[in-house]
């Protein structure tokens, strides 16, 4: 499997695996799932500090200066992307099965 990165700003950063707990950080951070469509670069900018192991602060100056030298934003649908393929959604799709009790009735 390939190394995930973003270029942002001419910089290139290894895309860390999300988890349970990450996306609680991410949530703490202005990523909610339930608004990521209304608020995608509230979004962006929370998975931007999250890969790039910045502060929010720091993440939104360089995204301006991404954006400033000429950068696209497309780094945001692969950085979304990156997201919906970690191991945290991945296990959110496996299929569950139903486990038995293990109390038994008298």
Do not use: W
């Not at 608020?39 to 900018?45: D, G, N, Q």
């Not at 919906?84 to 038994?104: D, I």
């Amino acid at each position: 499997m390939d190394e995930k990165k973003i270029v942002l700003n001419g910089k290139e950063y290894k895309v860390k695996d999300v988890t349970f707990d990450d996306m609680c950080e991410l949530e703490d951070m202005g990523l909610a799932l339930s608004t990521i469509k209304e608020k995608p670069l509230t979004a962006f900018r929370a998975l931007v500090a999250f890969y790039c192991n910045m502060s929010l602060d720091e993440a939104t100056k360089e995204i301006e200066a991404h954006l400033r030298n000429g950068g696209s934003m497309d780094v945001l649908g692969e950085s979304v992307e990156h997201l919906s393929q970690s191991g945290f959604f991945r296990l959110l799709s496996e299929p569950t099965t139903k486990t038995e009790s293990k109390t038994e009735k008298k």
